[in-house]
């Protein structure tokens, strides 16, 4: 046995051990720029955690379009409940939804616009999906590299229809984009990707992913839906729409 000094030098050594984790960690927190030991950029965690405590949003590509479908619930009753849209356009074949933070998400919306104006008035043509959803992530991994700012706590999806084809990107906070097949974000994400691992086809109809999506949004909905708590958008040959009201209730009535 050890003598009881020696026990309580031991005992006293790995509580500052731990201490000092702690406190080194917290420090890393705090900066944005700086690496932590573990290689992260705290922040960035952060930030991705307000994007998995967000409402959730989908986004499916079939073989004639691409779905956005997102949860859109209000706080209290006396919100009106078409003032604040979660899915936007961007130009006419490209639109937009969000995971996470509302207020940094119009500024992204704002700054996608800008960005395809730019385009549009330089080369007198629409802006290809894929060099949006380069630009936009180029912006949000700026904010994670300088002084004086934070990083954006929103995920984006962005979809849109390039030399006839349908695409589906998504952005994170810390810059980083991929090309999905179909893909889910938000609150119960990991829930909502095992869902659409089981029913995504690459033949799928644009009217069958619009019904997956709402499913898929189902898996974590807490309380009933209405045509008033989601929002979709469909992008196809014809160019980006958000779904009405009236047209969301229509697919809902074929929701079991």
């Given at each position: 046995m050890l003598p009881n000094f020696v026990e309580s030098f031991i005992v006293?050594?790995?509580?500052?051990?731990?201490?000092?984790?702690?406190?080194?960690?917290?420090?890393?927190?705090?900066?944005?720029?700086?690496?932590?030991p573990s290689g992260k950029l705290v922040q960035i965690e952060y930030a991705l955690a307000a994007v998995a405590a967000g409402a959730a949003s989908v986004g499916i590509k079939a073989s004639n379009g691409v779905v956005l479908a997102t949860e859109n619930k209000h706080k209290s009753i006396l919100y009106?409940?078409?003032?604040?849209?979660?899915?936007?356009?961007?130009?006419?074949?490209?639109?937009?939804?969000?995971?996470?933070?509302?207020?940094?998400?119009?500024?992204?919306?704002?700054?996608?616009?800008?960005?395809?104006?730019?385009?549009?008035?330089?080369?007198?043509?629409?802006?290809?999906?894929?060099?949006?959803v380069q630009r936009v992530a180029m912006l949000m991994q700026e904010y994670t590299q300088s002084g004086g700012v934070r990083p954006f706590g929103v995920s984006l999806l962005i979809c849109g229809w390039d030399n006839g084809k349908p695409c589906l990107y998504q952005c994170d906070p810390s810059g980083a984009y991929f090309a999905w097949k179909a893909t889910a974000m938000g609150k119960n994400f990991v829930n909502g990707k095992v869902f659409l691992e089981k029913r995504y086809s690459e033949d799928l109809e644009l009217d069958d992913a619009v019904h997956t999506a709402i499913l898929t949004l189902k898996e974590g909905f807490e309380g009933q839906m209405t045509s008033d708590n989601i929002e979709v958008g469909i992008c196809d040959a014809n160019g980006f729409r958000r779904l009405e009201p009236s047209n969301v209730k229509d697919y809902l009535a074929n929701i079991p």
């Amino acid at each position: 046995m050890l003598p009881n000094f020696v026990e309580s030098f031991i005992v006293f050594s790995n509580l500052y051990c731990c201490k000092v984790i702690v406190m080194a960690s917290e420090r890393y927190s705090f900066s944005l720029t700086t690496f932590s030991p573990s290689g992260k950029l705290v922040q960035i965690e952060y930030a991705l955690a307000a994007v998995a405590a967000g409402a959730a949003s989908v986004g499916i590509k079939a073989s004639n379009g691409v779905v956005l479908a997102t949860e859109n619930k209000h706080k209290s009753i006396l919100y009106d409940e078409h003032s604040v849209k979660k899915v936007e356009m961007i130009t006419k074949h490209i639109g937009m939804v969000y995971s996470g933070m509302g207020p940094d998400y119009r500024l992204l919306v704002k700054q996608a616009r800008k960005i395809a104006q730019q385009y549009q008035l330089i080369y007198q043509e629409p802006i290809p999906t894929a060099q949006l959803v380069q630009r936009v992530a180029m912006l949000m991994q700026e904010y994670t590299q300088s002084g004086g700012v934070r990083p954006f706590g929103v995920s984006l999806l962005i979809c849109g229809w390039d030399n006839g084809k349908p695409c589906l990107y998504q952005c994170d906070p810390s810059g980083a984009y991929f090309a999905w097949k179909a893909t889910a974000m938000g609150k119960n994400f990991v829930n909502g990707k095992v869902f659409l691992e089981k029913r995504y086809s690459e033949d799928l109809e644009l009217d069958d992913a619009v019904h997956t999506a709402i499913l898929t949004l189902k898996e974590g909905f807490e309380g009933q839906m209405t045509s008033d708590n989601i929002e979709v958008g469909i992008c196809d040959a014809n160019g980006f729409r958000r779904l009405e009201p009236s047209n969301v209730k229509d697919y809902l009535a074929n929701i079991p």
